[in-house]
Every structure is written in structure tokens, then in C-alpha cells.
């Protein structure tokens, strides 16, 4: 079973830096993939940033150039700094965790709550 710990949100000016840490329960070296999602109320939980075992990153087009995701696999931690936040950027943020040995597992975190406003 791996557990994933969601840390680094809170309250934030428009124009202001958060980041975002996942630390896991076990190694992530092995990981197919490691990602962030977002869930604004009252709509779905849609991805971030996902980065796999070899180091590609993708991102979805609304955070490309104010976000990176990066992994630190001594520290078995993912992490999401965002720069230039906007309060459309306001969300729960989860950490996904994708294995596959073959078969697929997913995990995720309980989620860490994001919040751009003035």
C-alpha cells in the first residue's frame, strides 16, 4: 500500500508562489508516473502536471510556463512550485501516484487546499 502526504497549500496573493510537496510512503524511483490534479468546487478533478519515471514532464496549457513539477526519488517526493498564481488557480490540489508491475495501480493523497485571492 503506498500513502501519499499532501503539504505547502494555503492562502496566497494573485502574483504570489506557493509549492506544493507529496511525499510518499515507499520508494518512487519505480513509479510509472507521479502527478498533480486540481478540483474546483462544484467541478471535476482535472490534471495538473504528471511527470514519468524518465523525467518528462507534460502540463496542461492554463499552468505551462508558471508551473513545474519535479521529483526528488532520495526524498521520495514529488513537488509543484507555481509562480504567477491566479485565482482561477483556487483548488484542492491531490498527488497521483501511477504503478505498474503490470498491472496498474493508482493512488492518491487527501489533497491540499489552494487559495489565490486578495
Known amino acids: 500500500q503506498v500513502q501519499l502526504v499532501e503539504s505547502g497549500g494555503g492562502l496566497v496573493q494573485p502574483g504570489g508562489s506557493l509549492r506544493l510537496s507529496c511525499a510518499a510512503s515507499?520508494?518512487?524511483?519505480?513509479?510509472?508516473?507521479m502527478a498533480w490534479y486540481r478540483q474546483a468546487p462544484g467541478k471535476q478533478r482535472d490534471l495538473v502536471a504528471r511527470i514519468f519515471r524518465g523525467g518528462t514532464t507534460n502540463y496542461v496549457d492554463s499552468v505551462k510556463g508558471r508551473f513545474t513539477i519535479s521529483r526528488d526519488n532520495a526524498k521520495n517526493t514529488v513537488y509543484l512550485q507555481m509562480n504567477s498564481l491566479k485565482p482561477e488557480d483556487t483548488a484542492v490540489y491531490y498527488c497521483?501516484?501511477?504503478?505498474?508491475?503490470?498491472?496498474?495501480?493508482?493512488?492518491w493523497g487527501q489533497g491540499t487546499q489552494v487559495t489565490v485571492s486578495s
Open positions: 497521483n501516484a501511477e504503478i505498474r508491475r503490470p498491472n496498474t495501480y493508482i493512488y
Open positions: 515507499v520508494s518512487i524511483s519505480s513509479f510509472y508516473a
